[in-house]
Structures are given as C-alpha cells and as structure tokens.
C-alpha cells in the first residue's frame, strides 16, 4: 500500500482463517484441474475435506451470531464473494483508490472461473464489475444499492493472464448514483459496466 | 427428472471428484461460518486442506490436456461456476426445461454469496442470472455469446431462502438472440434480466 494509492479491501492475513481460506481456494481449484478422470483418490479426499467441515462445524458460532459479528465495525467487508479473504469463492480482488477519484485492482482468473474454453464467465466479469463498481461508490462517498447494472461484452476475457478491473463514480444526483467500470486485458476493454445505484442501506444485524 | 421437466444440467453424482467438490462446498462455507474468532484450529485446518491441494495437483494433468477434457463430448458442462458439479464455486444451480419452452431452477444461497447483510450479492445473482439465460438460448436451439446483459434489481435477495432462477429465449432475429429472466423468492421478482446474445462461439480446446 503507498500513500497516494489506497487500499480498499481487506488485505489477507497469512494466519487464521485467511490462510486457512488460501489453502480451501487451491483446493477447489485443484479438483477443477484433476477432474474426474484424475488418478487422485477422491473417496479419500473427500472423506478428508468432510473431516475438515465437520471440525468447523462444530466449532462455529451460530448463523445470528455470525452475521452480527461479520457485520460489526466499519471497516471494508472480510467475507464478500469478489474481494473477501475468508471466502473461498472470492478469487480475490485487491483494490486501491487512485488520486482521480477512480479505483483499480489486478488479478488473475483461473479455472473455477471458466465460461466460454479459456475464457472468464461473462456472469463472472458481472460479479467483478457490480462489486468495484459499488467499492468505487465508497471511495467517492456516496455509496448504495445496485438499481440497474448493464454489460457490454466488447470481447472475450482470457483465464490465466492478469487482468485489470477498475471504475469510478460518474455523478450523483439526488439519492441516483451513477457509476461506470472496466475489465481490460492488457489495452484492451473486454467488458465494461454502467451502474445506478440507490443511496440506501439495508440495517445491520446486531 | 420427470419426461415433460429434462434436466438440461450436469447432475451430481455422489461418487468420484463430485463428492470430492460437494465436500469442498461444504469447507468453503464452514470457513465462512467459523470466522476469524472461531475457536478451531485454523492451522491445522490450513495445513490439512494444503495437503489435500498438494494430493490433487501432484496427480492432475496437465492445463491444457485437463482444457482439451473438459470440453470433450457434447453434454452439458460440468465445470461451470453456476451448474458444475465438478466447481466448488458453484451453488449449483439445476435447470429443467418446461413444456412452454422456458427453464427454471431452484436454488438456496448461504454465507459464500453474500452481498448486503443477509442479501444475495447484486453481482452473484447477475452470474446466475446470465448463466441461465445462456441455458435457456441452448434449449431454445440458437445460442451464443453474451453481447449485453442488463440487470434490474427490484428488491434485496434473500439468503438462506429457496429461490426460483428462470429464463427465457424472447426472439431470434439474424445472429441477435433476446432473452430474458427472474430471480424470484417465493411469488415476488427480486432481479430480473435482458441479454442480447450473438450466435457466435469460440472453438474448444483440441
């Protein structure tokens, strides 16, 4: 993190629950890589990861509990499916504030995020987008909830290369926030985004 | 699957690497239950689930012989991260097409997809959302790429609640194909969606 570039997202630890959802993002694409044909016992490694839930499970606070202290603070969010260090669907995505006003971040796609051969899942690119779209809302400081989301698919989105995704709020009129984005690959867009956000936020639990 | 209601996604089986995956599931969203307050031994966790990966990786093909496997045959996809059995990141979500020539599915969202407290992420149901509209265009029998897809969020989508996740093909005209979709908790429609897909695909990996 440098003085002038921000980071917006939660930065994974190498302890705890952060390293421990390291390891469960390697795992999940490792089976995507062995497949069915692989020569990997799988009876055995799924017997193995079960032994794995169940010692968490057992451990875990309940449901409530768990919101309430997953919502508590006012910090950046440790659990969201694009950015979070404790969830294993997040690829993730770091973001940082630039001194325009606008945000960006870089990562690279592996197999569970497939769609077209090679290729990222245009829902995906949604995922990505809808979610630096509303970071970039709180980095401007007006922020709020998805109204409208449309995606152009200008061309594919290649898995395995680093990819820049970035956005940056265009106007805020009254509780209408309009917010637009990017995934590039190298120069080139391959998809990009136009949001309108409402101002308002659903209550945390407590 | 009933005569009038094909399955026109993979089904899991419960042997092999989709109890493997089915496993991993259930890690992913544990971890997220626990936290980092939880009382389990997250370095024993980590460490466990990094020798699974280390199993996994030491006995998968290579990249591209695993790409070449994944896209052979002409079923349905079982790598996907919306409907795969064989992804971790995906819920799944099974479709069946109806006799009135749309699709439909259900599915119960946890912790892994959320956005606003106790919400579905905006970005998580746009990723369902254009993977069944992309579904619904291969049942109708023209399908292709997403070009754009416009998302309309109507009302917060709950978690921990059964959704109804359907799409249908409007119109064909030359290579542009109009499809839309809902995602709905109980009768009420909480996002819906418009695709403009072009009937165009990228070759598979040989």
Redesign the interface.
């Known amino acids: 993190m440098s003085p002038d570039r921000p980071t917006l997202t939660a930065t994974p630890h190498n302890?705890?629950?952060?390293?421990?959802?390291?390891?469960?993002r390697?795992?999940?694409t490792?089976?995507?890589?062995?497949?069915?044909?692989?020569?990997?016992a799988?009876?055995e490694?799924?017997?193995?990861?079960?032994?794995?839930?169940e010692?968490?499970?057992?451990?875990?606070?309940t449901?409530d509990e768990?919101?309430v202290?997953?919502?508590a603070g006012e910090g950046v969010t440790?659990?969201?499916?694009?950015t979070g260090p404790?969830?294993?669907?997040a690829p993730p995505l770091p973001l940082s504030g630039l001194p325009d006003g606008s945000i960006q971040g870089t990562v690279t796609l592996g197999?569970?995020?497939?769609?077209?051969?090679?290729?990222v899942?245009?829902?995906?690119s949604?995922?990505?987008?809808?979610?630096t779209l509303?970071v970039a809302n709180h980095w401007a400081g007006d922020s709020g909830?998805?109204?409208?989301?449309?995606?152009?698919?200008h061309r594919?989105t290649p898995l395995?290369e680093e990819l820049t995704v970035r956005a940056r709020q265009v106007s805020v009129e009254g509780r209408k926030i309009r917010t637009t984005g990017e995934i590039l690959a190298g120069d080139a867009v391959c998809v990009s985004a136009e949001g309108l956000f409402v101002n308002k936020?659903?209550?945390?639990?407590r």
């Open positions: 302890v705890g629950v952060d390293a421990a959802v390291a390891a469960a390697r795992v999940v490792a089976l995507l890589h062995a497949g069915d044909g692989s020569a990997a799988m009876a490694v799924a017997s193995r990861l079960t032994a794995v839930a010692h968490l499970e057992e451990h875990a606070p449901r768990r919101l202290d997953m919502w440790r659990h969201d499916p694009v404790e969830n294993a669907v197999l569970p995020y497939q769609g077209p051969p090679g290729c899942h245009g829902g995906v949604a995922l990505l987008l809808d979610h509303g909830m998805t109204g409208t989301l449309t995606l152009r698919y594919p395995f936020h659903l209550p945390r639990p």
